[in-house]
């Protein structure tokens, strides 16, 4: 029927969908706003490599999609990637043997002729991004264990289809006796903090930065106990 739009379904991530979770992480990835026509960060398999590649590759288990299509023949519109040990997804993103070859890799063999905007930009990001949320005592890293990095392209939210990707990862992790998850995002990011409230999560730290050169923000920490 004309005009009918397809329903989204929410299933475990495959390899299949990483070319979707390439473009879903530029289309959303500057603070939930889309990267086009900014020109900032025109390498988007560089983006991804930085910010969603390694859930996925590493820990496929905790990761799932919202998908729009026949079921074989599906697109991914929507993502939710995690880990059970984010001290360990850390560890793996500053390691070269771990993670970072791989941005290396791309930086030096094609980004920094093809895309040199996209070069410069890597390297002011430097190196991981995880923010130690634990100042507050009330907070305590060993609670908070997992941590998750979430997107969905924004003619898709408001489907309910980002309730339910946050409540496939939550599902696993009580499964597994995770005690606790955690996030970061930013104030920049209006959409995402709000859901983030709905769902259960409580901010528990706040801190000025600016991650994208001339876009100051405060960085948002919160924390969900399982």
């Not at 390439?22 to 706003?33: D, F, K, P």
């Not at 288990?61 to 880990?83: M, P």
């Not at 946050?166 to 903090?193: F, Q, W």
């Amino acid at each position: 029927m004309a005009g009918t739009v397809e329903p989204i379904r929410v299933i475990p991530y495959e390899r299949r969908f990483e070319r979707d979770l390439v473009e879903i992480c530029w289309r959303t990835g500057l603070m939930g706003e889309t990267l086009e026509g900014t020109g900032r960060f025109e390498d988007r398999k560089l983006f991804a490599l930085r910010f969603v590649l390694q859930f996925p590759r590493t820990w496929p288990d905790t990761c799932w999609v919202a998908v729009r299509g026949e079921a074989g023949r599906e697109r991914a519109v929507g993502y939710i990637v995690g880990t059970v040990d984010a001290k360990a997804q850390a560890r793996a993103a500053k390691s070269f043997f771990g993670w970072r070859w791989r941005i290396l890799l791309r930086l030096y063999a094609l980004t920094w002729w093809r895309h040199p905007e996209s070069f410069r930009q890597s390297r002011s990001f430097g190196g991981s991004r995880a923010r130690e949320i634990w100042a507050d005592p009330e907070y305590r890293e060993t609670d908070y264990p997992a941590c998750l990095h979430m997107n969905l392209l924004p003619d898709c939210q408001g489907q309910g289809a980002g309730t339910r990707l946050m409540a496939a990862l939550i599902e696993e992790l009580r499964r597994r006796g995770v005690p606790g998850l955690h996030l970061g995002t930013s104030d920049r990011n209006v959409k995402a903090v709000p859901f983030y409230k709905k769902m259960g999560f409580r901010l528990v730290r706040e801190t000025e930065g600016e991650f994208w050169k001339g876009a100051p923000a405060h960085g948002l920490d919160f924390a969900l106990k399982l």
